[in-house]
């Protein structure tokens, strides 16, 4: 498929168009160029550092998804993808460049918080649509090094998150996956739960409490980034 068929496919997922999806379709091309698509085959891992609309396109394109589990998300807020294979070991991340298209400018901030809040007036709302039509052409159409930033990665590839068995929750009943089950004073309870347990906020040391879960994740910026698990 070509670059249109490619968004197109994007667009059919995701529902509509817009700047994010044509972003996301760019980097989800970027890193099948080079790693090719996840199959059984060859298998890939994806860590995505938003949960917009870019993450929808890599699900489409690259086939790293959040129901196969090799789509990890880590809120950074950023619009970046780190691609890793296993086999080698070998990964990159890509960004968005700031300052290109993929951003917003002040004005078409302020013109969008009055389309979602019903106060634009129907000018106001052509030309924030017009906009967003313009940047999803410049977007699709730019080259590769106008909007994204590419960065080898090091270090151990992340594994995609195995299914475990199902427990109660000591506190509301409810099946939970084991792994996330927290053991509080004697209590074996799930996120929600604990929170609660907490009073509705995790202690600011709460990894040192020794609960018994624990995910931590190291980045080690340079030429690369390093990323540990810690379980």
């Not at 389309?115 to 030309?127: C, D, H, I, Q, S």
Request: with cysteine; hydrophobic share 35%.
């Amino acid at each position: 498929m070509d670059l249109t068929e490619q968004y197109d496919a994007v667009i059919r997922f995701h529902g509509h168009e817009c700047p994010g999806a044509a972003v996301g379709t760019r980097i989800a091309m970027l890193a099948v160029s080079i790693y090719g698509r996840d199959t059984q085959a060859n298998r890939l891992v994806a860590v995505g550092e938003t949960d917009a609309c870019a993450a929808d396109a890599v699900q489409v394109l690259s086939g790293c998804t959040f129901g196969k589990r090799n789509l990890l998300h880590e809120d950074n807020g950023k619009v970046a993808f780190t691609f890793w294979s296993p086999a080698d070991g070998t990964g990159i991340r890509v960004s968005a460049k700031p300052g290109s298209d993929v951003f917003r400018s002040e004005e078409i901030w302020a013109l969008a918080r009055k389309v979602e809040t019903g106060a634009a007036t129907a000018e106001e709302n052509a030309r924030f649509f017009e906009s967003q039509s313009t940047r999803i052409q410049r977007i699709l159409t730019a080259p590769v090094d106008d909007i994204l930033a590419v960065e080898p990665v090091t270090g151990e590839p992340p594994r995609a998150k195995k299914l475990q068995p199902f427990a109660p929750c000591d506190g509301c009943a409810e099946q939970t996956s084991a792994g996330l089950l927290h053991n509080h004073r004697g209590q074996n309870l799930c996120p929600p739960c604990h929170l609660d347990a907490h009073g509705g906020e995790l202690p600011a040391d709460h990894a040192d409490h020794g609960h018994g879960h624990g995910h931590v994740h190291g980045h080690g910026h340079g030429h690369g980034h390093s990323y540990a698990h810690q379980h």
